[in-house]
């Protein structure tokens, strides 16, 4: 048996070939102009692809059948995703509007979880009055229905049972629409302590085998893939950019306000977190202090890379939410954005690169803190924090990384 012996195999074959070289064209974007041009950043960019190169055929073909849903993980420590936040496990599962799903599992202790259904990919952005395409999948759709923590009914053991579609259903339920397609589950974690949820997804009157995918099947999941990979090497940061010059929003090093008004907001507020973020830009010998009043929000900030995909959260300080830092006597938290470790233990780890972004999520509110940036030398980080900050020896500092190590681990069962 060779090639052309069966029907498909031409169509098959020049799907692949397409898809590859979209797969190169997608490796020549690393080297665009919002990829910065040293050695750390071209790489960072080039392992960004792979990670998601890894991932496309999971969203594009394995997990695509609704059918026969599945949960698929889209980001972690080792799969990146721009805009992702180091402290939020992200899942998410293909559904349609026509058949109704059951959820069950174990809520574990995250500080915040949220389930949304998500509606129609509109051809434009519908958050910003942008007249640009909407984000790349598997982002941009419309929120229509969500339940939060605070409002699934849970066991005393930790269990739940949420359907999704269909008839209503008590206690736990949330309704779909025709154009339904998919589910997004978000944790949020705010201690080293929380445990994530556990849980599986699947359709309640399914009885048969989930069917072999057909050529067509596999051609479609080709397109789907270059799409996807060329949305992902495309949109960040460019497209964030292009949408925050509308707002008028500062040189970087400044953190901006909150976007979102009117339909936008009522839109957002479903995801359960107002986000906003600094580019940021650090010559070899200055630092960047940040500070905002500790009002008691649940607030959390992801150091970034190039493409806005998070830095390495499993080995480096590059997150911190409330519990996790330090507050001055001044009832104010203050952070060091340095490329060394400066002895603080609000130490925000920049990987050596030259440029990056910092993004704030407030969970649970649509107000955000006014937060003051400062750009300092390096060699006067100590003169510019106050007399009380906290320090931390290096063995601390061990310390502090051992505990994050092992909790991210935990959270994701690795």
């Known amino acids: 048996m060779a090639f052309g012996d069966a029907a498909d195999d031409e169509a098959l074959r020049a799907a692949w070939h397409h898809f590859c070289d979209r797969l190169k064209a997608a490796g020549d974007l690393a080297f665009k102009d919002t990829s910065p041009a040293n050695a750390l950043q071209r790489a960072d960019a080039f392992r960004y692809l792979t990670q998601n190169l890894g991932q ?21 420590p080792s799969r990146k995703l721009g805009g992702d936040n180091a402290d939020f496990v992200y899942l998410q599962a293909w559904i349609d509007g026509a058949s109704t799903y059951r959820i069950a599992g174990n809520r574990g202790t995250a500080r915040f979880i949220n389930f949304t259904v998500q509606g129609p990919r509109p051809d434009k952005d519908v958050y910003y009055g942008a007249d640009h395409p909407n984000l790349h999948e598997p982002f941009g759709d419309t929120p229509e229905a969500n339940i939060t923590g605070d409002d699934l009914v849970i066991e005393p053991d930790g269990s739940f049972v949420l359907y999704v579609g269909g008839a209503r259903r008590e206690p736990n339920w949330l309704p779909t ?7 997004f589950m978000r944790q949020g974690f705010d201690s080293w302590e929380e445990r994530s949820a556990q849980f599986s997804i699947e359709r309640v009157d399914m009885d048969t085998p989930r069917p072999p995918p057909t050529p067509q099947d596999i051609i479609e999941s080709m397109q789907w893939a270059g799409d996807f990979l060329t949305g992902v090497m495309t949109d960040w940061p460019d497209r964030e950019l292009q949408i925050g010059s509308l707002f008028g929003e500062p040189e970087p090093n400044v953190f901006p306000g909150a976007r979102f008004s009117g339909t936008a907001e009522q839109r957002d507020a479903r995801r359960g977190r107002l986000i906003v973020t600094m580019p940021w830009r650090l010559a070899a010998d200055e630092a960047l202090i940040v500070e905002f009043a500790d009002h008691g929000e649940f607030w959390m900030l992801t150091n970034m890379g190039a493409f806005w995909n998070s830095m390495d959260y499993l080995y480096r300080p590059v997150s911190y939410t409330p519990s ?15 490329h060394d470790d400066p002895g603080v233990h609000n130490w925000i780890d920049t990987q050596q690169f030259a440029e990056g972004y910092l993004t704030m999520r407030v969970i649970g509110s649509r107000q955000l803190p006014d937060v003051r940036t400062a750009v300092v030398p390096r060699a006067h980080v100590d003169s510019a924090l106050p007399s009380g900050t906290r320090r931390v020896t290096p063995d601390e500092r061990a310390a502090q990384l051992h505990a994050r190590f092992d909790a991210i681990r935990r959270r994701y069962r690795i």
Do not use: Q, W
Not at 177 to 183: V, Y
Not at 328 to 335: I, K, S, T, Y
């Open 177 to 183: 629409k025709p154009g339904s397609r998919k589910l």
């Open 324 to 338: 996790r830092s330090a507050v001055d006597a001044d009832g104010r938290v203050r952070l060091v954005l340095a």
């Open 56 to 76: 496309a055929y999971d969203l594009a073909l394995e997990t695509r059948n609704t059918r026969y849903p599945m949960i698929h993980p889209f980001c972690g």
